[in-house]
Structure formats: C-alpha cells, structure tokens
T-cell receptor, first 116, second 114 residues
Framework: DTGVSQDPRHKITKRGQNVTFRCDPISEHNRLYWYRQTLGQGPEFLTYFQNEAQLEKSRLLSDRFSAERPKGSFSTLEIQRTEQGDSAMYLC??????????????FGQGTRLTVV | GEDVEQSLFLSVREGDSSVINCTYTDSSSTYLYWYKQEPGAGLQLLTYIFSNMDMKQDQRLTVLLNKKDKHLSLRIADTQTGDSAIYFCAESMNYGGSQGNLIFGKGTKLSVKP
C-alpha cells in the first residue's frame, strides 16, 4: 500500500466554478477524514466517514461543500460555486477504528486549490 | 471552546536540543499528537502520547505531558538541518477514541542553523 493518495495535487479554478477532489485511503482503513489548511494555519477538521456513512460535519462545511464515500473506499469532496476564500490545501486522512484496535490517522499530500 | 496553542517560531543551532511547547484546553482528549510538515508535503505523524502517560521517548524524540497544566512538549535531541519544518501539536476530539478527529495548533516553524 502506498499510503493515502489525493488527486489532483493542484487545482486552479475560476471563481464560481465547481471543483471535485478525490481521496483514496489506505486499504482496510474504515475511517476517512477531510481537513482544510489555509496559509499559516493548522489543518481544520471538515468532516469524516465511517465506511460509507458521513458521521460528522464541521460548521466550516458550508452548503456549497459536499463529501461522499459511496462504497466505503475512496471519497470525493466537491465545492460548488467556488469563492476566493476557498483557496486552501485540502487534506485527506484515513485510520482504522475497531473494537480492539485503532490506528493513528495517516495523511495524504493534499490538493492545493487556488481560486482566481 | 477547544483550542490548541503553540509558539509560532523556534530557531536552534545544529546539534542543540529543540523544545516545542503546546497548550490545549480539552482535558477529555484521549490522545495528543505531534505532526511534522515539510514544505509542499503532507502531514507526517511523529509521535503521540496517550493521556494517561507522562512521558514517551522514541529515539531522538521525547514527549512530555503535564495534564494538570494541559501542557505538551516535544524535545528533539541533536537537532539536524533535516528537522527544519513546521511542527503541529494536535489533540483528539475524543469521538469514541477516534484518532482522526483532531484539533490542530497553528504550528511552530523550526529553523535549524548549521
């Protein structure tokens, strides 16, 4: 396994356009997380999934944002009608949570979004 | 509310020890973490400590936890130029012990001078 993979690595889009990012977690990891990191800040939690169920959404996740994990494996994060304030690094992480074992979160390298 | 605070910058000479400090507010956090981020790279987990421990040592890294003061520190012994990066302190949101629901500090930029 090569770790958490995110695609694309960079995205430049015009304001008002929709964008979609993909995250492939470490296989067998049942939890998947999305974070946003703006310049000079630490990552901020957006949402997470347990298998295909979205269990928590931050208030940072406006109604222009939607995340899915339809088969409990890869996930997509879509931003509709992008705004300049959406420019950030979007990080994905995965972990395993079980009855007798749980692992730390492993992060991908992120997708850097620039809205012009 | 929940918050994690760190100093923003630290500069040391190669070979010296570095100590990065962090304070947190949520006393119910199960785990506390140190992540490293190099330019253009994702977050790399360095080490973590369970909340019922006072200290954890892993090669050049020593983590100290003072639960009473809600203070966490990371000591890097024999700091090398390759240790130059941003170091993030994070606490778990304690959602059933999940290790991925995290609150991060703003990061401490460590500069190592030769």
């Amino acid at each position: 396994d090569t770790g958490v993979s995110q695609d694309p690595r960079h995205k430049i889009t015009k304001r008002g356009q929709n964008v979609t990012f993909r995250c492939d977690p470490i296989s067998e990891h049942n939890r998947l997380y999305w974070y946003r990191q703006t310049l000079g800040q630490g990552p901020e939690f957006l949402t997470y999934f347990q298998n295909e169920a979205q269990l928590e959404k931050s208030r940072l996740l406006s109604d222009r944002f939607s995340a899915e994990r339809p088969k409990g494996s890869f996930s997509t994060l879509e931003i509709q009608r992008t705004e300049q304030g959406d420019s950030a690094m979007y990080l994905c992480a995965s972990s395993f949570q079980g009855f007798q074992m749980n692992t730390e979160a492993f992060f991908g390298q992120g997708t850097r979004l620039t809205v012009v | 509310g929940e918050d994690v605070e760190q100093s923003l910058f630290l500069s040391v000479r190669e070979g010296d020890s570095s100590v990065i400090n962090c304070t947190y507010t949520d006393s119910s956090s199960t785990y506390l973490y140190w992540y490293k981020q190099e330019p253009g790279a994702g977050l790399q987990l360095l080490t973590y400590i369970f909340s019922n421990m006072d200290m954890k040592q892993d090669q050049r890294l020593t983590v100290l936890l003072n639960k009473k003061d809600k203070h966490l520190s990371l000591r890097i012994a024999d700091t090398q130029t390759g240790d130059s990066a941003i170091y993030f302190c994070a606490e778990s949101m304690n959602y059933g012990g999940s290790q991925g629901n995290l609150i991060f500090g703003k990061g401490t930029k460590l500069s190592v001078k030769p």
